[in-house]
């Protein structure tokens, strides 16, 4: 049986790692994946691949593009995904652009999608959002002060949409990994390929597939039931500064 039978779920960031692994899994339970990124080269090859999926093209740091596009959607769900990282170093020796790029992605975005895909869920009384935050959520770690800073934003938000939408039968999740091996370090260091493999070196990090496991398993529980948060660490993993790599 498909758990997610015609139910039709938005995935912003779905052309990378951990949305790409999701709108998968969605798929393979059934679901109508609605597919949203800026790379629409990727959208159109995972549209083809994935049976009911259609995407949208969405940079969603521009907050009108996000209600004219998504506002319109019929959607059950949404996995608010998109975000990335830029640079790692001291707030002294930061780079202002790197900290608005994470901001306007990481926190702005996730709110201009917010906006746009609550008011239909909330008149119709019925919806699931999961949102990807991350253990840096939870703790912080050198070098890591304005992306810490965002996901600390996000668990904020998860926290106030539980408040803000109580009694209106909307599920929210927070989903908070820690090392997941994606595009996530190729992108923060700009394409140093040596400097991202060095993150994941002799340790073993997530699978996208395996946050995807844990976003299927919120969305498929009884409508009573509301997971809330899901931290996953790589058993390699016991803290944010703290990994275990074997030679
Ligand atoms: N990898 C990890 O270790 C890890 C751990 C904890 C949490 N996370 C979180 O998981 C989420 C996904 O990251 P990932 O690891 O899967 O990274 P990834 O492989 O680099 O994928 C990031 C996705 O976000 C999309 N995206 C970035 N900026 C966007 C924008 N302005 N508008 C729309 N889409 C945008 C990208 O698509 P386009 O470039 O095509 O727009 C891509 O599909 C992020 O929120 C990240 O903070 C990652």
Partial sequence: MQRLHERRILVTGATAGIGEATAR??????????????????????????????????????????????????????????GLGRGMGSIQDGNVDEWNEMLDTNVKGLLHTLHAVLPPMVARGRGDLVLLGSVAGRQVYPGGNVYCATKHAVRAIYESLRLDLAGKRIRVTTVDPGMVLTDFSVVRFRGDQERAAKVYENMTPLAPSDVADAIVFALTRPPHVNVGEIVLWPTDQASTTIVTRRK
């Fill in 25 to 82: 899994a969605l798929t393979a339970e059934g679901a109508r994946v609605v597919l949203a990124a800026r790379r629409k080269e990727r959208l159109d090859a995972l549209t083809n691949e994935l049976a009911n999926s259609t995407a949208v093209e969405l940079d969603v740091r521009d907050a009108a593009a996000c209600e004219r596009v998504l506002a319109k959607l019929d959607l059950d769900g949404a996995v608010l995904n998109a």
